[in-house]
T-cell receptor, first 110, second 115 residues
Framework: DQQVKQNSPSLSVQEGRISILNCDYT??????FLWYKKYPAEGPTFLIS?????DKNEDGRFTVFLNKSAKHLSLHIVPSQPGDSAVYFC?????????FGKGNQVVVIP | GAVVSQHPSWVICKSGTSVKIECRSL??????MFWYRQFPKQSLMLMAT?????????EQGVEKDKFLINHASLTLSTLTVTSAHPEDSSFYIC???????????FGQGTRLTVV
């Protein structure tokens, strides 16, 4: 079963603009969320995380927002750069299954 | 970040043979390891979760007798695709997580082609 859902599978954005990726989850007991970035034919790399006791976590150009009442989190990338073109996955952390959503394909247009 | 080494990075095998993929955590103890499969233009599908010293927990629809997972030490897990067939051709990725940490680190992936 899918623990998280990522709709809007593909996003194209102009370089320098903001990319916003969304992720919905079902289990209100999740206490930690992770975002990963993946290039083709490579393993994912960890990007940023957020604990459920926070509603925002920022790391450079990347900010993750958590809305617990809506069971929704989002990843903001600003300004977007061509190297950000990749697939982004969200996943709940801290439980024994690390299952990803379908991912968001981001294409940053130079 | 921590390093997870996956080997081989690609392998071609004949139909009916078995293939073993190794996943090693190089600088941390991997209490939990995950194995994924990715089809072209599709998401990462979790196949199984293994905790060191225990039998792996397989996801629904994944044949445990076909995809043998061994996690006998805190730094090594192996996935053996038994009696491989062309439909098993895929990109297999492992990840490893230390006890108590939520962040998992991924291997580079293995491209398996069964001919």
């Amino acid at each position: 079963d899918q623990q998280v859902k990522q709709n809007s599978p593909s996003l194209s954005v102009q370089e320098g603009r903001i990319s916003i990726l969304n992720c919905d989850y079902t289990n209100s007991m999740f206490d930690y969320f992770l975002w990963y970035k993946k290039y083709p034919a490579e393993g994912p790399t960890f990007l940023i995380s957020i604990s459920s006791i926070k509603d925002k976590n920022e790391d450079g150009r990347f900010t993750v927002f958590l809305n617990k009442s809506a069971k929704h989190l989002s990843l903001h990338i600003v300004p977007s750069q061509p190297g950000d073109s990749a697939v982004y996955f969200c996943a709940p952390g801290g439980n024994n299954r690390l299952a990803f959503g379908k991912g968001n394909q981001v294409v940053v247009i130079p | 970040g921590a390093v997870v080494s996956q080997h081989p990075s690609w392998v071609i095998c004949k139909s009916g043979t078995s293939v073993k993929i190794e996943c090693r955590s190089l600088d941390f103890q991997a209490t939990t390891m995950f194995w994924y499969r990715q089809f072209p233009k599709q998401s990462l599908m979790l196949m199984a979760t293994s905790n060191e010293g225990s039998k792996a927990t397989y996801e629904q629809g994944v044949e445990k007798d076909k995809f043998l997972i061994n996690h006998a030490s805190l730094t090594l897990s192996t996935l053996t695709v038994t009696s491989a067939h062309p439909e098993d051709s895929s990109f297999y990725i492992c990840s490893a997580r230390d006890h108590g940490d939520s962040e998992a680190f991924f291997g580079q992936g293995t491209r398996l082609t069964v001919v």
